[in-house]
Protein backbone atom coordinates (compact mmCIF):
# COMPACT_ATOMS: atom_id res chain seq x y z
CA UNK A 1 0.00 0.00 0.00
CA UNK A 2 1.57 3.10 -1.19
CA UNK A 3 1.28 5.64 1.41
CA UNK A 4 2.52 8.65 -0.24
CA UNK A 5 1.91 9.16 -3.76
CA UNK A 6 2.74 11.08 -6.62
CA UNK A 7 -0.08 10.84 -8.76
CA UNK A 8 1.36 12.92 -11.71
CA UNK A 9 4.55 10.46 -13.32
CA UNK A 10 5.63 13.63 -15.47
CA UNK A 11 5.48 17.54 -15.84
CA UNK A 12 6.83 19.75 -18.49
CA UNK A 13 6.34 23.64 -17.62
CA UNK A 14 7.62 26.64 -19.87
CA UNK A 15 11.06 28.68 -18.23
CA UNK A 16 9.90 31.46 -15.82
CA UNK A 17 6.24 29.99 -15.04
CA UNK A 18 5.23 28.20 -11.83
CA UNK A 19 5.91 24.88 -11.74
CA UNK A 20 3.66 22.41 -9.12
CA UNK A 21 4.78 19.07 -7.78
CA UNK A 22 1.64 17.63 -5.50
CA UNK A 23 1.91 14.85 -3.17
CA UNK A 24 -0.82 12.55 -1.39
CA UNK A 25 0.13 10.64 1.69
CA UNK A 26 -2.64 8.09 3.75
CA UNK A 27 -0.91 7.44 7.17
CA UNK A 28 -1.99 10.13 9.45
CA UNK A 29 0.73 9.61 12.12
CA UNK A 30 2.90 11.27 9.43
CA UNK A 31 3.93 15.03 10.59
CA UNK A 32 6.83 15.92 8.42
CA UNK A 33 7.13 16.10 4.90
CA UNK A 34 9.70 17.03 2.78
CA UNK A 35 11.01 17.63 -1.06
CA UNK A 36 14.13 16.00 -2.49
CA UNK A 37 15.42 16.59 -5.75
CA UNK A 38 17.63 14.02 -8.14
CA UNK A 39 19.74 14.81 -11.08
CA UNK A 40 20.56 11.72 -13.56
CA UNK A 41 23.61 10.03 -11.99
CA UNK A 42 23.29 11.65 -8.56
CA UNK A 43 21.72 10.74 -5.24
CA UNK A 44 18.33 12.77 -4.14
CA UNK A 45 19.72 15.85 -2.21
CA UNK A 46 17.40 17.71 0.24
CA UNK A 47 15.30 20.37 -0.99
CA UNK A 48 12.96 21.89 1.67
CA UNK A 49 10.67 20.42 4.62
CA UNK A 50 7.73 21.08 6.18
CA UNK A 51 6.34 20.01 10.00
CA UNK A 52 2.69 19.52 10.46
CA UNK A 53 2.46 22.88 12.63
CA UNK A 54 3.03 25.12 9.91
CA UNK A 55 1.03 24.87 6.55
CA UNK A 56 3.58 26.35 4.61
CA UNK A 57 7.54 26.88 4.49
CA UNK A 58 9.41 29.43 1.63
CA UNK A 59 13.02 29.07 0.74
CA UNK A 60 13.62 31.64 -2.43
CA UNK A 61 12.16 30.39 -5.75
CA UNK A 62 10.35 26.81 -3.55
CA UNK A 63 7.84 27.25 -1.28
CA UNK A 64 6.18 23.81 0.10
CA UNK A 65 2.43 23.81 1.09
CA UNK A 66 0.66 21.72 3.20
CA UNK A 67 -3.15 20.90 3.70
CA UNK A 68 -3.26 18.30 6.70
CA UNK A 69 -7.13 17.95 6.27
CA UNK A 70 -6.75 16.76 2.88
CA UNK A 71 -3.31 14.67 3.20
CA UNK A 72 -2.09 16.33 1.27
CA UNK A 73 1.06 18.76 -0.27
CA UNK A 74 2.55 21.06 -2.78
CA UNK A 75 5.94 22.12 -4.15
CA UNK A 76 6.04 25.37 -5.99
CA UNK A 77 8.70 26.42 -7.70
CA UNK A 78 8.58 30.05 -9.19
CA UNK A 79 10.10 30.76 -11.65
CA UNK A 80 10.73 27.93 -12.96
CA UNK A 81 14.08 27.38 -14.78
CA UNK A 82 15.96 24.93 -16.57
CA UNK A 83 17.98 23.60 -14.00
CA UNK A 84 15.26 22.54 -12.08
CA UNK A 85 14.57 19.91 -14.41
CA UNK A 86 15.01 16.63 -12.29
CA UNK A 87 13.10 14.21 -10.73
CA UNK A 88 11.02 15.17 -7.93
CA UNK A 89 10.62 13.14 -4.29
CA UNK A 90 8.35 14.06 -1.81
CA UNK A 91 8.58 11.70 1.43
CA UNK A 92 6.84 11.65 4.76
CA UNK A 93 7.77 10.59 8.12
CA UNK A 94 6.07 10.22 11.64
CA UNK A 95 9.34 12.49 12.79
CA UNK A 96 7.35 14.04 15.98
CA UNK A 97 4.83 11.27 16.87
CA UNK A 98 8.04 8.85 16.95
CA UNK A 99 9.82 10.82 19.20
CA UNK A 100 12.49 11.71 16.96
CA UNK A 101 13.13 7.73 16.01
CA UNK A 102 12.04 8.31 12.49
CA UNK A 103 15.19 10.48 11.20
CA UNK A 104 15.59 9.13 7.98
CA UNK A 105 12.78 5.94 8.16
CA UNK A 106 11.06 8.45 5.49
CA UNK A 107 8.54 7.03 2.98
CA UNK A 108 8.51 8.32 -0.41
CA UNK A 109 6.52 8.64 -3.03
CA UNK A 110 7.05 7.67 -6.72
CA UNK A 111 8.85 10.28 -8.25
CA UNK A 112 7.83 13.13 -10.86
CA UNK A 113 10.00 13.89 -13.60
CA UNK A 114 9.71 17.83 -14.01
CA UNK A 115 11.19 19.63 -17.12
CA UNK A 116 11.40 23.15 -17.95
CA UNK A 117 11.63 24.24 -21.24
CA UNK A 118 13.58 27.15 -22.09
CA UNK B 1 34.78 14.47 -2.90
CA UNK B 2 31.36 13.07 -1.81
CA UNK B 3 30.32 13.32 1.71
CA UNK B 4 28.44 9.75 0.99
CA UNK B 5 31.01 7.53 -1.26
CA UNK B 6 29.50 4.10 -2.54
CA UNK B 7 31.66 1.12 -4.47
CA UNK B 8 30.93 0.26 -6.68
CA UNK B 9 29.01 2.02 -8.53
CA UNK B 10 28.15 -0.19 -11.19
CA UNK B 11 28.19 -3.98 -10.74
CA UNK B 12 26.43 -6.91 -12.86
CA UNK B 13 26.18 -10.54 -11.15
CA UNK B 14 24.54 -13.49 -12.20
CA UNK B 15 21.62 -14.81 -10.19
CA UNK B 16 22.71 -16.64 -6.49
CA UNK B 17 26.03 -14.94 -6.06
CA UNK B 18 26.73 -13.28 -3.35
CA UNK B 19 27.48 -9.27 -3.58
CA UNK B 20 28.24 -6.55 -1.21
CA UNK B 21 27.62 -2.84 -1.99
CA UNK B 22 30.25 -0.49 0.62
CA UNK B 23 29.46 2.67 1.90
CA UNK B 24 31.52 5.31 3.66
CA UNK B 25 30.79 8.90 4.96
CA UNK B 26 32.72 11.68 6.20
CA UNK B 27 30.09 13.77 7.75
CA UNK B 28 30.79 12.53 11.22
CA UNK B 29 26.87 11.55 11.50
CA UNK B 30 25.59 8.50 13.84
CA UNK B 31 22.95 7.56 11.40
CA UNK B 32 23.36 5.62 8.24
CA UNK B 33 20.75 3.55 6.00
CA UNK B 34 20.11 1.33 2.75
CA UNK B 35 17.60 2.53 0.19
CA UNK B 36 16.75 1.09 -3.17
CA UNK B 37 15.11 2.66 -5.75
CA UNK B 38 12.76 0.74 -8.07
CA UNK B 39 10.93 2.87 -11.15
CA UNK B 40 7.31 4.05 -10.53
CA UNK B 41 8.08 2.81 -6.49
CA UNK B 42 10.33 5.05 -5.73
CA UNK B 43 12.99 5.02 -2.44
CA UNK B 44 12.37 2.26 0.13
CA UNK B 45 14.33 1.44 2.95
CA UNK B 46 16.11 -1.59 3.63
CA UNK B 47 17.94 -1.23 6.74
CA UNK B 48 19.21 1.69 9.01
CA UNK B 49 21.74 1.98 12.02
CA UNK B 50 21.34 4.76 14.52
CA UNK B 51 24.78 3.64 16.05
CA UNK B 52 27.63 1.06 15.39
CA UNK B 53 25.74 -1.45 17.72
CA UNK B 54 22.08 -0.88 16.32
CA UNK B 55 20.81 -2.31 12.97
CA UNK B 56 17.27 -2.48 12.05
CA UNK B 57 14.96 -4.01 9.23
CA UNK B 58 13.61 -1.32 6.84
CA UNK B 59 10.35 -1.72 4.66
CA UNK B 60 11.79 -4.49 2.33
CA UNK B 61 14.96 -6.13 4.14
CA UNK B 62 14.38 -9.86 3.27
CA UNK B 63 17.39 -10.92 1.08
CA UNK B 64 19.58 -8.55 2.09
CA UNK B 65 21.89 -7.80 4.90
CA UNK B 66 23.88 -5.49 6.52
CA UNK B 67 27.35 -4.87 8.93
CA UNK B 68 27.90 -1.40 10.40
CA UNK B 69 31.62 -2.18 10.43
CA UNK B 70 32.52 1.35 12.08
CA UNK B 71 30.36 4.72 12.90
CA UNK B 72 31.45 5.38 9.02
CA UNK B 73 31.13 2.48 7.30
CA UNK B 74 27.52 0.44 6.14
CA UNK B 75 27.92 -2.32 4.28
CA UNK B 76 24.78 -3.85 2.46
CA UNK B 77 24.87 -7.65 1.33
CA UNK B 78 22.59 -9.90 -0.91
CA UNK B 79 23.93 -13.20 0.28
CA UNK B 80 22.32 -14.87 -2.91
CA UNK B 81 21.85 -12.43 -5.98
CA UNK B 82 18.04 -12.74 -7.67
CA UNK B 83 16.94 -11.01 -10.60
CA UNK B 84 14.31 -8.88 -9.29
CA UNK B 85 17.23 -7.15 -6.92
CA UNK B 86 18.44 -5.48 -9.90
CA UNK B 87 18.12 -1.64 -8.77
CA UNK B 88 19.68 1.35 -7.72
CA UNK B 89 20.94 1.55 -4.30
CA UNK B 90 21.33 4.32 -2.03
CA UNK B 91 22.99 4.86 1.02
CA UNK B 92 22.13 7.85 3.27
CA UNK B 93 23.42 9.29 6.35
CA UNK B 94 21.88 11.55 9.31
CA UNK B 95 22.73 13.69 12.39
CA UNK B 96 21.11 12.24 15.48
CA UNK B 97 19.45 15.93 15.98
CA UNK B 98 18.63 16.84 12.47
CA UNK B 99 15.78 16.68 10.08
CA UNK B 100 18.22 16.25 6.78
CA UNK B 101 19.50 13.02 5.55
CA UNK B 102 22.09 12.91 2.93
CA UNK B 103 22.73 10.02 0.49
CA UNK B 104 25.70 9.04 -1.71
CA UNK B 105 25.69 8.55 -5.54
CA UNK B 106 24.06 5.56 -5.72
CA UNK B 107 25.25 2.09 -6.82
CA UNK B 108 23.71 0.48 -10.22
CA UNK B 109 22.98 -3.29 -9.48
CA UNK B 110 21.96 -5.92 -12.27
CA UNK B 111 21.78 -9.71 -11.62
CA UNK B 112 21.08 -11.57 -14.71
Known amino acids: ?118 | DADVTQTPRNRITKTGKRIMLECSQTKGHDRMYWYRQDPGLGLRLIYYSFDVKDINKGEISDGYSVSRQAQAKFSLSLESAIPNQTALYFCATSDSFRDTIYFGEGSWLTVV
Open chain 1, 1 to 118: DQQVKQNSPSLSVQEGRISILNCDYTNSMFDYFLWYKKYPAEGPTFLISISSIKDKNEDGRFTVFLNKSAKHLSLHIVPSQPGDSAVYFCAASALYNAGGTSYGKLTFGQGTILTVHP
